[in-house]
C-alpha cells in the first residue's frame, strides 16, 4: 500500500489542523494506521493509533484531549485533527500503516509509512 500524507502547514498557538493521509489499494480496512512525529534534533515519536474498524484509538499523553485520529475506509484516508496547537507540536508528521498480529505504539509495528507533511506551530 502506498500512502501520502497531506495537510500540514503554519499555525498560530491555539489554532488547529487537519491531515490527512490517503492510501493506495483495495484493503485500507484491513490496515490499522498511526501518527507519528519527528522535530528537529529528535527522534520520530508515536503521536496516535487507530483500529482497523476505526472504532479504537490510542494517543500519546502529549496529545491526549487535543488531537484525534479516524478513519474513513469508505474513502481509504485516515486523519489526524490537531486542536489547540503548541510550539512543541513543531514536527513532521508521518502515517504509517500496519497490518501486522501485534496493533501497537512502536515504529516496527508498521508496514508501510508516507512521506511527511510539515507542521509548524508559531507562538
Known amino acids: 500500500v502506498q500512502l501520502q500524507a497531506s495537510g500540514g502547514g503554519l499555525v498560530q498557538a491555539g489554532g488547529s489542523l487537519r491531515l490527512s493521509c490517503v492510501a493506495s489499494g483495495r484493503t485500507f480496512s484491513s490496515y490499522y494506521m498511526g501518527w507519528f512525529r519527528q522535530a528537529p534534533g529528535k527522534e520520530r515519536e508515536f503521536v496516535a493509533r487507530?483500529?482497523?474498524?476505526?472504532?479504537?484509538?490510542y494517543y500519546a499523553d502529549s496529545v491526549k484531549g487535543r488531537f484525534t485520529i479516524s478513519k474513513d475506509n469508505a474513502k481509504n484516508t485516515a486523519y489526524l485533527e490537531m486542536d489547540s496547537l503548541k510550539p512543541e507540536d513543531t514536527a513532521v508528521y508521518y502515517c504509517a500503516a500496519g497490518n501486522r498480529p501485534t496493533y501497537g505504539s512502536t515504529q516496527t509495528d508498521y508496514n508501510y509509512w508516507g512521506q511527511g507533511t510539515q507542521v509548524t506551530v508559531s507562538s
Open positions: 487507530i483500529t482497523r474498524s476505526g472504532g479504537g484509538t
